[in-house]
């Protein structure tokens, strides 16, 4: 694979969002959530008119900010509380042991220089694709992810939870469910509905962009000839590093679908087999 896609027909094989998602869990935690991100933020509605309305009447305008301080900071605090939904866990026995070491885990996927998520493919066709396409079969363009182990936005928990993150879009692995992010939106998937499949893939990267826990296997060129050697048609043909990264898939028959990288070939080992084995 190669991150560049010039000339070749790109699919989008990002899945769908959680807006798009019908819950699974059996509860009401997905509906809360979304409830609480719909919420206006009255203290800084009230700060801003606040300000405006000061700065309009000076002098008098410093009673005005006199009086607004303290009713903002009630609001700012009011919409802390209803802006967050409450789940506390109780774990024990085997569902404790799984969390526990999916958390470790995870915090080896998260020791990862650098991850991204796929968000396009497309098959390179053509010979004339291929031959300019540094002789790979498929071509990805990725956005940037982050593996954390922290708290999710707009659930306040007991326990510290497993991240992975890109751009707007966020998995929170719950001790009971998948926890689903797009936005402002929330859905949430069963672990016995997640189908899981880690893999090792050769990946052609940029020059000079090769994080420093990657194993470098091979090289190749820009532009090949039909026997993989370098077109010597083209002057400006440059090197491109040849490496092994590592992936994780995670997909529902609903549509979720999230094709992740890791510059470390090993990092997502453990957490995927610990998630083929979680806790029905």
């Not at 042991?97 to 796929?118: E, H, I, M, Q």
């Not at 390179?124 to 300019?132: F, I, L, R």
């Not at 940037?144 to 993150?165: E, G």
């Not at 499949?197 to 039909?226: A, C, H, M």
Request: net charge positive; glycine share 6%.
């Amino acid at each position: 694979m190669l991150q560049n896609f010039a000339a070749v027909n790109m699919d989008d094989v990002s899945g769908l969002t959680a807006l798009d998602l019908r819950p699974t869990g059996g509860d009401d935690i997905v509906q809360q959530l979304n409830t609480a991100a719909r919420r206006p933020r009255w203290g800084w509605i009230a700060a801003i008119t606040a300000f405006i309305l000061g700065a309009a009447l000076l002098p008098w305008g410093f009673i005005i900010w006199a009086v607004a301080v303290p009713g903002c900071w009630w609001l700012f605090l009011r919409d802390a509380l209803q802006k967050n939904v409450v789940l506390l866990y109780d774990l024990e026995d085997a569902p404790a042991v799984w969390f526990d070491r999916f958390t470790t885990a995870w915090g080896t996927a998260a020791a990862s220089d650098r991850l991204w998520r796929t968000v396009e493919s497309g098959h390179v066709q053509t010979t004339y694709q291929h031959k300019t396409n540094a002789g790979v079969e498929a071509i990805v363009r990725r956005v940037p992810a982050m593996a954390r182990i922290q708290q999710p936005k707009r659930l306040a928990t007991n326990v510290d939870i497993p991240t992975l993150r890109a751009g707007k879009d966020a998995l929170y692995f719950l001790p009971d469910r998948l926890l689903v992010c797009s936005g402002k939106h929330y859905s949430d998937v069963a672990y016995r509905q997640l189908s899981v499949r880690r893999s090792v893939t050769r990946f052609v990267e940029q020059p000079g962009q090769v994080p420093k826990d990657t194993q470098l296997i091979d090289q190749t060129w820009q532009y090949v000839n039909v026997k993989g050697g370098p077109d010597r048609r083209f002057k400006n043909n440059p090197v491109l590093p040849v490496v092994q990264y590592g992936q994780l898939e995670l997909t529902t028959s609903q549509g979720l679908a999230w094709s992740v990288q890791s510059s470390r070939a090993t990092a997502f080992d453990d957490s995927a087999a610990l998630l083929l084995n979680a806790p029905a």
